[in-house]
């Protein structure tokens, strides 16, 4: 896919919360509350093909990833956490359309070797978590996130650094595509949780998951070589399906997958997201704060990007694409 040319800094302000207090539902204790925000920046696509359920999956990957960045990676980033996966690509594209002036001295941190091939490509300052183990903002896709933002994430195996560069962050943002938004963790993604276990300890911790709740539980296997997936820290991945009453209370058994010897990482995120961006087929983008608000981000009719026309002087001028005015509404 082709880098749209470099612009400028586009306008990056802030959601502007004109909160309407009435609680709708509850989470976690707390109302969730329908926000009105200021117009994001406009969306400037490159051109792509005719829409076909496919493209209309990854434009939507690709309007969560250029909303978030748009929003979460600012000026005064300069520590930057990219995470793995195929939304990802999108996040680098739009920081890449940020400018190279912008992106000089910004270095980023990559959780997969796949990440660290998306930052060298782009010609971004590669840096590593041992160098810089604070970070500003953290950008990652996930397989499946809840009403309170809890995800499962792994499903490229890329979890255990994906986790550590999302606690390093100061904002931990996730993009994904419309599929991913559920109510509990679990239903959308049946694959299950994804454990990240040492090769010595696989056969021993596949057995205590199976007698904690999760008698199907495998090895993932590797599709285009024989035997099991191994992670890019040498490690095996086991896919553990838990019935939805234990995955209602993701938290619990987190703690409780954790404790068994022999696990590296569970690839269940929580409370760790200060919001998710979902791209939504009609076009619009739904956010789901930590707090609990719910925002709804129209960007017109199609989520297809058309033909783009990059301004002069670096600014945004003709969009195909407009972000129009928040609307509010009942989700
Ligand atoms: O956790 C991950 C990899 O370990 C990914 O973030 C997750 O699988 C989502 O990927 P995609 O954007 O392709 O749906």
Not at 138 to 149: F, I, K, N, P, R
Not at 237 to 248: G, H, R, S
Not at 266 to 271: E, R, S
Request: proline residues 8%; hydrophobic residues 40%; contains cysteine.
């Amino acid at each position: 896919m082709p880098i749209p040319p470099a612009i400028l800094t586009p306008d990056l302000s802030t959601p502007n919360a004109t909160v309407y207090p009435s609680p709708l539902r509850q989470t976690l204790g707390q109302s969730v509350q329908y926000i009105k925000t200021s117009t994001p920046p406009p969306l400037n696509p490159p051109d792509i093909k005719v829409p076909s359920p496919t493209t209309i999956i990854e434009a939507s990957k690709r309007l969560a990833a250029w909303t978030a960045v748009d929003r979460h990676v600012l000026p005064e980033c300069k520590v930057i956490g990219i995470g793995s996966g195929s939304t990802v690509p999108y996040v680098v594209e739009r920081i890449v359309a940020q400018g190279k002036e912008m992106n000089k001295d910004r270095v980023f941190i990559p959780t997969s070797f796949q990440s660290k091939e998306l930052i060298v490509n782009a010609q971004l300052l590669l840096g590593d978590v041992d160098q810089y183990p604070a970070l500003d903002v953290t950008v990652d896709g996930a397989d499946e996130v809840d009403e309170t933002l809890n995800c499962i994430k792994g499903g490229g195996a890329c979890h255990l650094r994906e986790k550590v560069l999302a606690e390093a962050a100061d904002t931990f943002i996730v993009v994904a595509d419309y599929r991913k938004n559920s109510d509990v963790l679990g239903k959308n993604f049946t694959q299950g949780v994804p454990i990240e276990v040492a090769q010595f300890a696989y056969a021993k911790v596949l057995q205590n998951v199976h007698l904690l709740g999760s008698p199907n539980a495998v090895l993932r296997m590797a599709k285009s070589k024989a035997g099991p997936v191994v992670t890019d820290n040498g490690n095996f991945v086991i896919d553990a399906p838990f019935p939805e009453e234990m995955m209602k209370d993701p938290y619990t058994l987190l703690k409780r997958l954790k404790m068994l010897t022999g696990v590296v990482e569970v690839g269940l995120f929580c409370h760790m997201a200060k919001a998710a961006y979902f791209g939504n087929q009609d076009g619009s983008v739904t956010v789901k704060w930590h707090d609990g608000r719910i925002e709804s981000v129209d960007s017109g009719s199609s989520p297809i990007p058309k033909a783009n026309e990059n301004g002069k002087n670096g600014k945004h001028h003709a969009h195909n694409v407009q972000m129009r005015n928040v609307s509010i509404r009942e989700m």
